[in-house]
């Protein structure tokens, strides 16, 4: 099969109606080693960012909203201004790729979501695509 390691995904595909930082940013911790080590990503050496998101799908259950991507950078991302009045900021980010897994605690199939950059979203993200219908 040709396809090995992760697996490369677009923003729209994998958050269709946007997704908002809703916590801190921080080091991924590396659980291997001992201490409180920052993570540092296998095969670029970059160090790992930690960013809580929730997506905005309506049709997620609430348990499935909030997921972790994890920025491969250099420096701690900043995350975009929130919107205003409220605590969670929106967001998008380039160069995602997905690490299906299995969880070891619940012997189900996970993923895991790194990225290479996090910004402000681009004028009109969030917005599900427009279908061929709308477009006629």
Known sequence: MALQGPIPVGFE???PHGCYVVGEIGKARDFDAKG??????????????????????PSLKATNKTVTVKVLAVDEPTAPPPLPGLPIAPVEFDGI???PYVNQSTGRLAYSITARAM???R???????ASVKDAA
């Open 97 to 99: 790729e997905v690490k």
């Open 123 to 129: 004028s009109g993200a969030g917005k599900p695509a």
């Open 36 to 57: 409180d080590v920052q993570a540092r990503d296998k095969v670029t050496g970059l160090p790992v960012w930690q960013v809580p998101v929730m997506d905005a799908d």
């Open 13 to 15: 595909l994998l958050f």
């Open 119 to 121: 910004r402000a979203p």
